[in-house]
């Protein structure tokens, strides 16, 4: 398999078409932007193509219009916001893409920047349409993908596209993203630590037999866990638990004995009645048939700072409990805690991601530090597994 071609700064990009596909993705509400990082995160290498004098488009999408035109998710805002950061021409066009859309950007010059309207108002883009693919391309002479949080959709902004273009790299987000999960896949520094959480182990199953054959430890936290601590006997009351998960759980002991890692499950548990009331800490072996496991207690969070102190890499993918009461995000800030400590510290490798990890830590107004932070959800769980991402192959 070849490697993943990346834009290089040696290449000469003056006076010409850059098709750039970013993720804008943000958070609205009532038009207004909730969270701006995603843009942020994109602005230096914009700011780097304006002074290199290229002609920018960029394609972004904004939720899931399944192809109809939706003024809620339009990309007007993001234009507004990229107006005020861009000290250059950025102009919005809202029309459609045909044979006649090259010459309407005819008067698009060095350094200036056309943002296109959400590309998923088109439905040929989930369709991956050739001839939609043939027109967007003629847009531009360079296209870069720098979305890898999109990288594992089949759509023609991120895939068909490079067919009919002739040159076509990776960006410089996307290149962050891609090496910070290869320090556990590939270049890890071991021992190497994994901290899954989140509701449904089915979804992560094929991350977890993965990661066994790379990390020393995995640690099982969230509502995850209710399904492993069944599997040992426990009774967990009204937890959530998955059904039909015993078999998934007994292959992945299985194939933890085979590569000698440690799996970790909670010792003890914060636990409610209902989801907005308040915590009582319970032994795994203790909880009450009215209780609900909303947060790991305090052994469970001294064991695992004790692993993640072992440790010289962690990959966090999901939040340890219900942290959208603050009673039950005890657990999930103590991971987020010792993990940035111990990056600032002790060199530690850290990768978090997952929409929910990053929720749960914007939630809180401490300053934490880490090796890395993706918001990118289904791809960065799918390039976990070892998946080959549509859209990365083509850029090989």
Known sequence: MGKIKYFSENLDVQNKTIILRLDLNVPLNEKKIQDKSRILAALPFLENLIKKKAKIIIISHLGRPKGVKNNELSLTPIYKFLKTQLETSVFFFAGDINEDTKSKFSYLKESEVILLENIRFFKEENENDDNFAKKLASLGDIYINDAFSCSHRKQVSIHKITKYIKESYAGPLLKKEVEAINTIIENKKKPVTCIIGGSKISTKINVITN?????????????????????????????????????????????????????????????????????????????????????????????????????????????????????????TLAIASKISKNTSTKSLISILGGGDTVSAINKSKEKFVFTHLSTAGGAFLEFLEGKDLPGLNVLK
């Open 211 to 331: 990661l066994i054959k790379n990390a020393d430890n995995i640690i099982i936290v969230g509502a995850m866990a209710n399904n492993f601590l069944t599997f040992k006997g426990f009774k967990v009351g009204k937890s959530l638990i998955e059904k039909n998960s015993r078999n998934i759980i007994d292959n992945i002991y299985s194939e933890a004995k085979k590569y000698n890692c440690n799996i970790v499950i909670p010792k003890d548990s914060n636990v409610s009645n209902s989801f907005e009331g308040s915590g009582k800490t319970k032994k795994q072996d203790s909880i009450e048939e009215n209780e609900i496991i909303l947060d790991i207690g305090p052994e469970t969070v001294e064991n695992i700072e004790n692993i993640i102190d072992q440790s010289n890499t962690v990959l966090w993918n999901g939040p340890a409990g219900y942290f959208e009461n603050k009673n039950f995000s005890i657990g």
